[in-house]
């Protein structure tokens, strides 16, 4: 005999008879959805929101005045529109139908508003890529914006609602109508439990103090945890009926039988557990396996996950079970309400009862868990683009793999994403040995050329030192002309003295006067060639020295691309650090190459072009620059 309590489930549009407690929460939310095309509803875990939209706003609709379609994510929320669009049309649609045209064919096919109920749209923080999300956030913006009858109410864990904040830029009504439901207080949960008591024919004795009984140990902070509450009932209600089966009586006496609340939840799913082992006679090691098989249905912030019942047969399969006795276990563990199936798909029958299944897993079963969830993104990902693994991802998960069953199209994914990456790798050395050989001929010629340089920085400097001489001489004679020039005025004086004609004296000043401009004219050449030669040594001296910048600037690169696979955020500063000291094609190449070979531990940027991916990353501080001594050890301090 079941009891009538809703165990772990909730209440449907025919149970209206049996839906207490949340008439206002009710009323609130059915006047909020003919007045606004965007509802969020959120709660913490247990407190009914799935209950008050499929039983309680689903009651204040009449027939065909709402066609409410109600969505869980499975593999992703946009996929699951059009497959449940296909349940309300004369014709299927085909899997890859853009969700807005399946929708715009259900307002065809049915002159009636259209409602999109997204359940536990936590699932898409939990589980989803950072793609999906923004996919389904521009999808929710299209549908507000678009020529439709259409309305959505999305239903989220409250400790998730943060999360929505940032998707506020997609859809700028997200916040506008939101309803938060309350756990119940005492008051209320009382009078669920009266009116439960006389609808299920229920009798009491010392009502007023049974029902303390029952209520006072699920307080807290006069809130009632309803999840407890109903497995509770359940509890007492099934006892009582082996008491009496016509006549159900809760009194003092038969809460004292059954024991004073304690974690009911826990002792619920071990009762049901032992229950299950006990029918089927499973073996200690099968028992183990079925525990493993439930945490598989837990997520790691635990939650439930929904899995195929293809995987979960499998997971049984790979531990000491056969094919039916596998489904016998999915069949008996669905009666005990512990989980629940939805076409092909199970997951946990509540999250309460997922988090007292996380409770039980050990941290090694919890790393597993995540890594699981991530490949399970990663897989979901290459199904709609193509986007193999990684090598950080598969580095990742490499070490879980033989622990995480997989089917064979993600065995083929693995090797797939395996053999790019090995791929991948040989090019990468072919390329970069290809650009290594480059940079050390491009090395080798700039040493040949810095060595020439230098060579005729020497016989410039050479040249240089002896022109100065000549000048000095040139100095010298300057000297000695202004000697002669002193002598050859006091010899005309003298002339005069001793009576010279004029013509004698006028021979001699002729003679004096070219020998001085023999004498200047040497020098200005002198001085001519001096200044050449100086302009030869400076520009040696800057063509030794830019071949020396170039010989460093490759230098540093080649030494980037040898490290850029094992400490990649060094090898972009370093290929930074090569074109400033040196910036031409070939450095410019080598930054580029090298952000690729280490493109794994940087953050994805999608949609911004390459180049200005990495200047993003060499501003954005996330990875270090080269400190002093680094940069001592390199030997730039001079080209900087």
Same mark, same amino acid.
């Given at each position: 005999?079941?009891?009538?309590?809703?165990?772990?489930?909730?209440?449907?549009?025919?149970?209206?008879?049996?839906?207490?407690?949340?008439?206002?929460?009710?009323?609130?939310?059915?006047?909020?959805?003919?007045?606004?095309?965007?509802?969020?509803?959120?709660?913490?875990?247990?407190?009914?929101?799935?209950?008050?939209?499929?039983?309680?706003?689903?009651?204040?609709?009449?027939?065909?005045?709402?066609?409410?379609?109600?969505?869980?994510?499975?593999?992703?929320?946009?996929?699951?529109?059009?497959?449940?669009?296909?349940?309300?049309?004369?014709?299927?649609?085909?899997?890859?139908?853009?969700?807005?045209?399946?929708?715009?064919?259900?307002?065809?096919?049915?002159?009636?508003?259209?409602?999109?109920?997204?359940?536990?749209?936590?699932?898409?923080?939990?589980?989803?890529?950072?793609?999906?999300?923004?996919?389904?956030?521009?999808?929710?913006?299209?549908?507000?914006?678009?020529?439709?009858?259409?309305?959505?109410?999305?239903?989220?864990?409250?400790?998730?609602?943060?999360?929505?904040?940032?998707?506020?830029?997609?859809?700028?009504?997200?916040?506008?109508?939101?309803?938060?439901?309350?756990?119940?207080?005492?008051?209320?949960?009382?009078?669920?439990?009266?009116?439960?008591?006389?609808?299920?024919?229920?009798?009491?004795?010392?009502?007023?103090?049974?029902?303390?009984?029952?209520?006072?140990?699920?307080?807290?902070?006069?809130?009632?945890?309803?999840?407890?509450?109903?497995?509770?009932?359940?509890?007492?209600?099934?006892?009582?009926?082996?008491?009496?089966?016509?006549?159900?009586?809760?009194?003092?006496?038969?809460?004292?039988?059954?024991?004073? /609340?304690?974690? +009911?939840?826990?002792? =619920?799913?071990?009762?049901?557990? @032992? $229950?299950?082992?006990?029918?089927? *006679? !499973? &073996?200690?090691?099968?028992?183990?396996?079925?525990?493993?098989?439930?945490?598989?249905?837990?997520?790691?912030?635990?939650?439930?996950?929904?899995?195929?019942?293809?995987?979960?047969?499998?997971?049984?399969?790979?531990?000491?079970?056969?094919?039916?006795?596998?489904?016998?276990?999915?069949?008996?563990?669905?009666?005990?309400?512990?989980?629940?199936?939805?076409?092909?798909?199970?997951?946990?029958?509540?999250?309460?009862?997922?988090?007292?299944?996380?409770?039980?897993?050990?941290?090694?079963?919890?790393? /597993?868990?995540? +890594?699981?969830?991530? =490949?399970?993104?990663?897989?979901? @990902? $290459?199904?709609?683009?193509?986007? *193999? !693994? &990684?090598?950080?991802?598969?580095?990742?998960?490499?070490?879980?793999?033989?622990?995480?069953?997989?089917?064979?199209?993600?065995?083929?994914?693995?090797?797939?994403?395996?053999?790019?990456?090995?791929?991948?790798?040989?090019?990468?050395?072919?390329?970069?040995?290809?650009?290594?050989?480059?940079?050390?001929?491009?090395?080798?010629?700039?040493?040949?050329?810095?060595?020439?340089?230098?060579?005729?920085?020497?016989?410039?400097?050479?040249?240089?030192?002896?022109?100065?001489?000549?000048?000095?001489?040139?100095?010298?004679?300057?000297?000695?002309?202004?000697?002669?020039?002193?002598?050859?005025?006091?010899?005309?004086?003298?002339?005069?003295?001793?009576?010279?004609?004029?013509?004698?004296?006028?021979?001699?000043?002729?003679?004096?006067?070219?020998?001085?401009?023999?004498?200047?004219?040497?020098?200005?050449?002198?001085?001519?060639?001096?200044?050449?030669?100086?302009?030869?040594?400076?520009?040696?001296?800057?063509?030794?020295?830019?071949?020396?910048?170039?010989?460093?600037?490759?230098?540093?690169?080649?030494?980037?691309?040898?490290?850029?696979?094992?400490?990649?955020?060094?090898?972009?500063?370093?290929?930074?650090?090569?074109?400033?000291?040196?910036?031409?094609?070939?450095?410019?190449?080598?930054?580029?190459?090298?952000?690729?070979?280490?493109?794994?531990?940087?953050?994805?940027?999608?949609?911004?072009?390459?180049?200005?991916?990495?200047?993003?990353?060499?501003?954005?501080?996330?990875?270090?620059?080269?400190?002093?001594?680094?940069?001592?050890?390199?030997?730039?301090?001079?080209?900087?």
């Amino acid at each position: 005999m079941s009891s009538p309590f809703k165990v772990l489930e909730s209440y449907r549009k025919e149970d209206a008879d049996i839906f207490f407690g949340r008439e206002r929460e009710t009323e609130w939310l059915y006047e909020r959805t003919l007045q606004s095309h965007l509802i969020t509803l959120y709660g913490a875990s247990g407190t009914g929101k799935t209950s008050l939209i499929r039983c309680g706003l689903s009651n204040r609709f009449e027939e065909g005045e709402w066609l409410p379609i109600y969505l869980r994510r499975k593999s992703d929320f946009l996929s699951v529109i059009v497959h449940e669009a296909n349940k309300h049309l004369p014709r299927r649609l085909k899997p890859n139908t853009p969700p807005l045209i399946a929708l715009k064919a259900m307002q065809l096919a049915h002159f009636r508003p259209i409602y999109l109920i997204f359940d536990q749209l936590e699932e898409i923080f939990i589980a989803a890529s950072q793609e999906e999300q923004i996919e389904f956030f521009d999808f929710i913006n299209q549908v507000l914006r678009a020529d439709l009858n259409c309305k959505i109410i999305l239903v989220i864990r409250e400790e998730y609602l943060a999360n929505l904040s940032s998707y506020e830029a997609h859809v700028p009504e997200l916040f506008e109508h939101r309803l938060r439901l309350e756990p119940m207080n005492v008051k209320q949960a009382k009078e669920v439990l009266l009116r439960s008591a006389l609808a299920f024919h229920i009798d009491w004795e010392e009502r007023d103090r049974t029902c303390d009984m029952i209520i006072m140990p699920l307080q807290q902070y006069d809130r009632i945890e309803l999840t407890y509450l109903q497995v509770y009932l359940d509890k007492l209600y099934n006892e009582a009926f082996k008491q009496n089966a016509q006549h159900i009586v809760f009194s003092p006496a038969l809460i004292e039988k059954v024991g004073a /609340l304690g974690d +009911v939840l826990a002792e =619920f799913l071990d009762e049901q557990v @032992k $229950f299950v082992t006990a029918l089927l *006679y !499973l &073996s200690e090691k099968q028992e183990e396996s079925l525990w493993l098989m439930l945490k598989s249905l837990v997520s790691e912030e635990g939650t439930r996950l929904s899995s195929s019942i293809e995987e979960i047969v499998k997971t049984l399969c790979e531990h000491d079970f056969d094919q039916a006795l596998a489904y016998k276990v999915i069949h008996r563990l669905s009666r005990a309400r512990v989980i629940h199936q939805k076409e092909d798909y199970l997951e946990l029958a509540h999250d309460n009862l997922a988090a007292k299944i996380f409770d039980r897993i050990t941290t090694e079963e919890r790393m /597993l868990l995540r +890594v699981r969830e991530f =490949f399970k993104i990663q897989f979901n @990902k $290459f199904i709609k683009v193509q986007s *193999y !693994l &990684s090598k950080k991802e598969y580095d990742y998960i490499s070490p879980y793999l033989d622990k995480i069953p997989l089917s064979e199209e993600e065995k083929q994914f693995v090797q797939e994403s395996k053999d790019r990456l090995r791929q991948k790798r040989i090019w990468g050395f072919v390329v970069m040995g290809m650009i290594i050989f480059v940079l050390l001929v491009a090395a080798l010629v700039a040493y040949q050329q810095r060595n020439i340089a230098i060579d005729k920085k020497d016989v410039a400097e050479l040249q240089t030192q002896r022109l100065n001489e000549e000048l000095k001489k040139s100095k010298q004679l300057s000297k000695e002309l202004d000697s002669h020039l002193g002598r050859l005025i006091e010899s005309e004086r003298q002339l005069d003295l001793q009576g010279l004609s004029a013509d004698e004296k006028s021979k001699r000043i002729v003679k004096l006067e070219n020998e001085l401009k023999q004498i200047i004219a040497r020098e200005d050449n002198l001085r001519t060639r001096a200044n050449e030669e100086e302009q030869r040594r400076i520009q040696a001296r800057r063509e030794v020295q830019a071949t020396q910048r170039k010989a460093k600037a490759y230098e540093i690169t080649t030494q980037a691309l040898l490290t850029a696979d094992s400490n990649p955020g060094y090898a972009l500063r370093l290929a930074e650090l090569a074109i400033k000291v040196h910036s031409d094609k070939l450095t410019q190449d080598a930054i580029v190459r090298v952000y690729q070979l280490g493109m794994s531990s940087f953050p994805n940027q999608p949609n911004v072009p390459l180049r200005q991916q990495i200047t993003n990353l060499l501003n954005s501080g996330k990875i270090a620059k080269l400190s002093t001594a680094q940069l001592r050890n390199l030997d730039v301090e001079e080209f900087l």
